[in-house]
Each structure stands twice: as structure tokens, then as C-alpha cells.
């Protein structure tokens, strides 16, 4: 398949903007201080080059004049090519132009790797992991029923012993479900966390069967679950505005932490089935209360508007449910924010 990169050099004029953001009709507004060109280095993401350019890094697929699929499959970008600013037509436009050659001692290795999305660094943990599950999931994934020693916890060099593995894989992870997620408009409960405590190898077959575990976030004990890993996947969707309006509320703040901040990563109630995918930006706002005065013998009651606070970045859906990165924001984000489409 011919990349992106080349059709760009070959027909970029042919490209039309069918992106999910091409109905927006305010211009792009440049940044401050908008370098006229970039160099790719090891590091950098769609979204950070864009945060150069653009005071809106979501509108990504904009100034690239990117169309619908491109979005979903965007162009790779790799360390080495220029980026570069073009202000001869009406809207800005970036391009890429010649490649430079970096310092081979320092850039060697990250040459052939295209640059992600988003950072994979923050995110990697939560892509291999199923963080959501139904009601019983985990209820029927093999359980742990004896430990090594027959301690009450063991974590990573020990053994576990569990029942109910039919399934071939070379790595296990290991669970124990959490809390219930839960809508906080309708009340309804879109699924369930499962705690992510450390991966797990088989090591003999049988009834139970024996694993070593090889990596502990937490302890591990009876009871506990193991499910196949999944292998992770990279997340190279350009980040980009939903085509239509949606509209849900932040969940909650991984790690049960009250409140997040840049880079936390939280759940949503919206996932597949209300248009949600990976790459959509959405904005983050605090609701606004309802405050009232008694002024002249009379009570008035007002609804403060909501208040914009930030933008995050959708890596990671579900039907009901999605997780998302923190990207910008200007103060701290909570259960129950408000999400919308930019």
C-alpha cells in the first residue's frame, strides 16, 4: 500500500478535508510564536508537533487537508522529515519537505519508527489491559486457588496455582475486579474495572495449574483472576473532533484518585455505541452550579455557566464505556465533568 507520505508528495492538491472536523467553519488559528518549520526527532507525537502550530491541536487533520480515512489511518511522520509551514493560500497548510539526516549515534535505532498519536509511554499499560469488563467476565476466567507456601499474598518470582485454564497462551494477566462504573446522569452501571495486579506465565498444565508471576503491580492472591494478554497496539489515529455532537461525563480518575490533572487518564460514560472512537478529542468542562441571592425581599436563582477547563484525547473504547488522556488542561478534572465535542 503506498503511504500517505507519498501521496502527499505525489497529488497533495487532490486530497479533499472530509475529516470528522470539516464542519467546522472558524479558520484555523495559528499559535503564538508558529515556528515556520519542525524537525521530527525520537519523541515526538501528532499531537505535539500540532500544539506548535495550532492554538486547537485537534484540528490535526485540517491543516494536513487530511480526508476521512487518512484520519483513521493517518500518514506516518518519522524522525528525520521537516516539517513545514505553508501561509501562500487561503487557510495555513503543513507539509512535509526534504529529510534531514540526524546524528546517527543518538537517532539510529528510532529512524525506521514512526511517531504516535499521543505519547505510547503514558498509555502503554492501558492498551494490553481489558479495564472494562461485563458483570461476569471475570467470573468465569480461571481462578486462583492456592499460592506458593500457601501464603495469604505472593507477587512477582513466586507461584500460583489456578483452576479453569483452557485456553493456550504464553502470557497471563492477572485480576481482581473493582468497581462498578457508573453514569452519573442515568445511574446506570456501564460495567465494571478490573484492577490490573501483574502478568503471569504458565509453567506445568494441569488441574490446577501452576504459573509463575513474573511482573506485580499488586499482590496477588486466592481468588483472583488471570485472563490471556492481549498484545498492545500502537495508537496512530489522527486526533480529530467527532463528526457529530456528544455529549457524556467523566466517571473517574484512574487510580481512584479524587482528581487529575495533565496526562491522568480517566473514564468516560460514552463508548461504541454513542459514536465514541479512538483519536476523537473531546472538551472537558466543569459544570456550572446554581447560586441564588434574596435581593429586595426577592429569592433569584441563576445556573452558572459551564466552564471549560481542558481537552482529552480518546485512546481506548468500549461499547458503553472509554478511557481517555488528559491532554490539555487549566485546572484540576473530576467525577462528573462534563465531556463534549469541541
Not at 475529516?19 to 519542525?38: K, M, V
Not at 446506570?188 to 490490573?196: H, M, R
Not at 495486579?197 to 498444565?205: H, M, V, W, Y
Not at 466552564?307 to 467525577?335: K, N
Amino acid at each position: 500500500m503506498v503511504s500517505i507520505i507519498s501521496a502527499l508528495f505525489l497529488s497533495f492538491s487532490s486530497l479533499i478535508s472530509l475529516s470528522a472536523i470539516a464542519q467546522q467553519t472558524a479558520p484555523l488559528a495559528l499559535a503564538e510564536n508558529t515556528p515556520d518549520r519542525h524537525i521530527v526527532v525520537p519523541g515526538d507525537t501528532l499531537w505535539g508537533i500540532s500544539a506548535k502550530f495550532l492554538k486547537e491541536p485537534y484540528r490535526w487533520p485540517d491543516i494536513w487537508r487530511l480526508n476521512q480515512e487518512q484520519v483513521k489511518n493517518p500518514h506516518l511522520i518519522y524522525p528525520g522529515q521537516v516539517v513545514i509551514l505553508d501561509k501562500s493560500g487561503k487557510e495555513p497548510q503543513l507539509k512535509i519537505a526534504r529529510e534531514v539526516r540526524l546524528e546517527p549515534r543518538i537517532y539510529v535505532a528510532d529512524n525506521k519508527i514512526a511517531i504516535p498519536s499521543i505519547s505510547q509511554q503514558v498509555i502503554e499499560p492501558f492498551l494490553s489491559q481489558p479495564l472494562v469488563v461485563e458483570a461476569n467476565t471475570l467470573d468465569l476466567a480461571p481462578r486462583i486457588v492456592a499460592t506458593q507456601e500457601d501464603r495469604v499474598y505472593v507477587g512477582a518470582g513466586n507461584l500460583a496455582y489456578a483452576t479453569g485454564v483452557k485456553e493456550k497462551a504464553k502470557l497471563w494477566q492477572i485480576y481482581r475486579p473493582g468497581k462498578a462504573l457508573i453514569d452519573p446522569d442515568s445511574k446506570e452501571t456501564l460495567g465494571f474495572e478490573a484492577v490490573f495486579l501483574g502478568n503471569a506465565r504458565i509453567t506445568r498444565e494441569g488441574e490446577p495449574s501452576t504459573f509463575e508471576i513474573i511482573s506485580s503491580r499488586q499482590e496477588v492472591g486466592r481468588g483472583d483472576r488471570l485472563l490471556p494478554a492481549a498484545p498492545p497496539t500502537i495508537v496512530n489515529y489522527a486526533p480529530h473532533a467527532p463528526g457529530k455532537a456528544i455529549s457524556g461525563r467523566i466517571m473517574s480518575v484512574y487510580g481512584g484518585i479524587g482528581e487529575g490533572g495533565r496526562y491522568s487518564i480517566v473514564a468516560l460514560s460514552r463508548g461504541l455505541k454513542e459514536g465514541l472512537e479512538v483519536g476523537h478529542v473531546l472538551a472537558i468542562y466543569r459544570s456550572g452550579q446554581e447560586v441564588s441571592n434574596r435581593f429586595e425581599d426577592k429569592q433569584e436563582v441563576y445556573k452558572l455557566p459551564d466552564e471549560r477547563s481542558g481537552l482529552l484525547f480518546v485512546f481506548r473504547v468500549f461499547d458503553r464505556v472509554s478511557y481517555a488522556l488528559v491532554m490539555d488542561v487549566t485546572r484540576p478534572v473530576a467525577p462528573g465533568d462534563l465531556v463534549r465535542s469541541p
